[in-house]
T-cell receptor, first 114, second 117 residues
Framework: AQSVTQPDIHITVSEGASLELRCNYSYGATPYLFWYVQSPGQGLQLLLKYFSGDTLVQGIKGFEAEFKRSQSSFNLRKPSVHWSDAAEYFCAVGANQAGTALIFGKGTTLSVSS | EAGVVQSPRYKIIEKKQPVAFWCNPISGHNTLYWYRQNLGQGPELLIRYENEEAVDDSQLPKDRFSAERLKGVDSTLKIQPAELGDSAVYLC???????????????FGPGTRLTVL
C-alpha cells in the first residue's frame, strides 16, 4: 500500500539550531516527493519537490531535502531555524503521472523556542 | 499571479444543514482537486477534475457529497446534509496537466474550515 510516514508528531528546536524532519514513504513506482508547510489557518505552501536528477533539492526559505532511494526517505533540513518557521510540515508522495492525487503524511508540528 | 481562491474561509452550521464551498483555481490550471483535512491529519483526496470531467471521485461520499466544475474553471463542493463527522478543513488545489504527462505541482488554496454542531 502506498503511504507516507512522518515519525515525529511534534518537534521543538531552539532558534538558530539546525532542523531535520523525517519522512519515509512506501510507493510501488518511482516516487515524486514534496514538502509542504502549513501555518495556522493557512493553506499548504510548497517548500520543495523532487522529480528526478540531483537527489539534494533546494527549496524556499532556506530549506533543503535529500532523496535516498535505498532508505525510502526524503528528509527535510534547515541549517538555522527562525522563529517564523514554526508551523506544520507535511511530506507527500505522488506518481509520475500528471494529475495524480498526492498521498500525505500526518504532519510534523515544529515549535521554535527562543 | 493570483493563487487558488476559496470561500468562505470559515463556516459553522448545524448538523443536517446543507453547505457549499467554492474554489477558483490558478488561471490556466486545468486540473482541480478537492481534499479534506481532518484535525491532526494530512489532506486526503475527495475528487479530482481534469477540465470539467471528474476523473477520480472514488473517495467522495456520494450519498451526501456532490461537486461540479462547470466550464472547467471554478468548482463547488456541496454537502447535504452535513454530519458531525464532516467537521474538517476542505482544501482546493490546482495544477497544470500537460499533454506530455509527468508529475505536476499542486498549489493549494487557504481552505474552508467547516464546523458542524
Amino acid at each position: 500500500a502506498q503511504s507516507v510516514t512522518q515519525p515525529d508528531i511534534h518537534i521543538t528546536v531552539s532558534e538558530g539550531a539546525s532542523l531535520e524532519l523525517r519522512c519515509n514513504y512506501s510507493y510501488g513506482a518511482t516516487p515524486y516527493l514534496f514538502w509542504y508547510v502549513q501555518s495556522p489557518g493557512q493553506g499548504l505552501q510548497l517548500l520543495l519537490k523532487y522529480f528526478s536528477g540531483d537527489t539534494l533539492v533546494q527549496g524556499i526559505k532556506g530549506f533543503e531535502a535529500e532523496f535516498k532511494r535505498s532508505q525510502s526517505s526524503f528528509n527535510l533540513r534547515k541549517p538555522s531555524v527562525h522563529w517564523s518557521d514554526a508551523a506544520e510540515y507535511f511530506c507527500a508522495v505522488g506518481a509520475n503521472q500528471a494529475g495524480t492525487a498526492l498521498i500525505f503524511g500526518k504532519g510534523t508540528t515544529l515549535s521554535v523556542s527562543s | 499571479e493570483a493563487g487558488v481562491v476559496q470561500s468562505p474561509r470559515y463556516k459553522i452550521i448545524e448538523k443536517k444543514q446543507p453547505v457549499a464551498f467554492w474554489c477558483n483555481p490558478i488561471s490556466g490550471h486545468n486540473t482541480l482537486y478537492w481534499y479534506r483535512q481532518n484535525l491532526g491529519q494530512g489532506p486526503e483526496l475527495l475528487i479530482r477534475y481534469e477540465n470539467e470531467e471528474a476523473v477520480d471521485d472514488s473517495q467522495l461520499p456520494k450519498d451526501r457529497f456532490s461537486a461540479e466544475r462547470l466550464k472547467g474553471v471554478d468548482s463547488t463542493l456541496k454537502i447535504q446534509p452535513a454530519e458531525l463527522g464532516d467537521s474538517a478543513v476542505y482544501l482546493c488545489a490546482s495544477s497544470f496537466t500537460g499533454l506530455a504527462g509527468g508529475a505536476d505541482t499542486q498549489y493549494f488554496g487557504p481552505g474552508t474550515r467547516l464546523t458542524v454542531l
